[in-house]
Every structure is written in C-alpha cells, then in structure tokens.
Nanobody, 116 residues
Framework: QVQLVESGGGLVQPGGSLRLSCLTS????????IGWYRRQAPRNSRDLVA????????TYGDSAEGRFTISRDNTTNTVDLQMNNLRPEDTAVYFC?????????WGQGTQVTVSS
C-alpha cells in the first residue's frame, strides 16, 4: 500500500544544514497527515518534527519551529524537511510518517548526526 522512503540524512557539523526528502507512493496531498518525526536515543518514541494536517495546516514541534521548514511537491511526490542551524541534540533517526484511512505508515528512517 502506502510506501515512504526517506533520504538525505548524514553527518553535519553544529550550525550546519541538511535537507531530508520523503518519496511517497502517492500524492503527498492525499494523506490525512504527512510529515516528519524523529527518534532520539535513548528514548524510543517518535516525536513530531513537522507535519501537514488535514486542510493544509502545518504543525511544528517546539524544537523545530524557527529552524526547520516542511514542504511538499506533488510533481515529484516528495515531502521535504529543510533543517537549518542544527544542534547536537537534533541527532536522531528521522522518519517520514503518514496517516490515511485511520492507519499509520512509516518509512525506514534516515540517520542524522550532528557533531563536530
């Protein structure tokens, strides 16, 4: 069914930037919710980073607002996360997640490491 594939993760220095991309199996405008979440070790929860909600509203996690920007493009079926001014505490596995028909779908995740 729904398939989500993340890319763009890597190693970056504090203060640097990365752009993550989620390739979706269908239009990124077709989901009830589509966005980015992260798992920060040693915690095992996937926490909101940024997401599009029903109707087009955007919600950001507290740590992301002002630094990260989410966007989507139905010509490429991608949902991107531009991350600026990265901090070591942003180190995490970043997941693309979607909700459709009251079901949740997740990508495999992409590792982001912020370190000097």
């Amino acid at each position: 069914q729904v398939q989500l594939v993340e890319s763009g993760g890597g190693l970056v220095q504090p203060g640097g930037s990365l752009r993550l991309s989620c390739l979706t199996s269908e239009s990124p405008f077709s989901f009830e919710v589509i966005g980015w979440y992260r798992r920060q070790a040693p915690r095992n929860s996937r926490d909101l980073v940024a997401a599009f909600l029903s109707g087009g509203a955007i919600t950001y996690g507290d740590s992301a607002e002002g630094r990260f920007t989410i966007s989507r493009d139905n010509t490429t079926n991608t949902v991107d996360l531009q991350m600026n001014n990265l901090r070591p505490e942003d180190t995490a596995v970043y997941f693309c997640g979607a909700r459709v028909a009251k079901r949740a779908y997740w990508g495999q995740g992409t590792q982001v490491t912020v370190s000097s």
